[in-house]
């Protein structure tokens, strides 16, 4: 659950996205872990609102997957409205190529389809019956020359889709980083003003894009800040957080953040302080 521990069990490296992919993906991230025998290290995360195409040797979410070694596979993870955990063990990799909230739906056509979902990529977006061996070997050289042939892929598999749709990724992405960014926005009738549309119009382009509602999104943005408020283990004032990130109250805060991460935001604070 702490974020703090990480480093002690995998290394995190990310990379820029190549200019042919801006507004369409956020960056591209590799982990890298290689543990004793019989220990096991369980990473809960609140995901950033994106969809993933990950290659490599990860195993599947939950507490307690499989016994690996796991296979070289290529998935898509959804958007994950919840907590969800990783439990690494052995020795593996999983390179990633995050997308912007919005930015998926330039490669398929309803992106709520995948939300809360783990699928193997094939069926979803054509990137080639090789790319997870290619990728596996570029990653013998370097992970940016891993990092290139998975940015290959995916302007690949944008080759036959309308521009039109293209666009409109990218600019649901900009509407969304708005969301992100500006802590004056609080409803989707904020958003929707400063996008220059109307709350049911940006409900249908987020659900087909991003694959969740703009409401959730300014939610998860928000439940995002709170974590990194305490991310050191500092002592926070809640009260003052929750009107800094738009809540109507502190209780409002604790309830959703609670719901999300399965923990307080007291309690939470506490597991990041060092032992």
């Not at 049911?200 to 998860?220: D, H, K, N």
Request: a negative charge; aromatic letters at 6%.
């Amino acid at each position: 659950m702490a974020p703090r521990r990480m480093p002690e069990f995998a290394t995190l490296s990310r990379f820029e996205a190549q200019v042919e992919l801006a507004g369409l993906v956020d960056w591209f991230w590799c982990v890298e872990w290689d543990l004793p025998s019989g220990v096991v290290h369980r990473q809960r995360v609140l995901t950033q609102p994106g969809v993933n195409v990950s290659v490599g040797t990860s195993p599947p979410p939950g507490d307690d997957p499989p016994p690996g070694p796991w296979p070289l596979t290529v998935m898509v993870d959804g958007v994950a409205t919840r907590m969800t955990t990783r439990a690494l063990s052995g020795r593996g990799f999983n390179l990633a190529a995050k997308s912007t909230t919005g930015g998926f739906g330039a490669w398929i056509d309803d992106v709520s389809a995948l939300t809360d979902t783990t699928l193997p990529a094939a069926g979803i977006i054509p990137l080639g019956d090789t790319l997870a061996r290619d990728i596996a070997d570029a990653a013998r050289t370097s992970l940016s020359a891993a990092v290139d042939v998975l940015a290959s892929g995916l302007l690949g598999a944008l080759h036959d889709r309308p521009e039109e749709r293209i666009a409109t990724a990218r600019e649901v992405a900009r509407i969304a980083r708005v969301a992100e960014t500006d802590r004056t926005i609080r409803r989707v009738a904020d958003l929707a003003a400063l996008a220059g549309s109307t709350p049911r119009t940006l409900q249908r382009l987020f659900a087909r894009y991003a694959g969740v509602s703009p409401t959730w999104v300014i939610r998860r943005f928000r439940l995002l800040e709170a974590a990194e408020f305490v991310r050191d283990g500092e002592h926070v004032e809640w009260s003052a957080v929750a009107a800094d990130l738009g809540y109507s109250d502190q209780a409002h805060l604790v309830r959703d953040f609670t719901a999300n991460i399965g923990t307080s935001p007291a309690a939470y604070a506490r597991a990041q302080r060092p032992d």
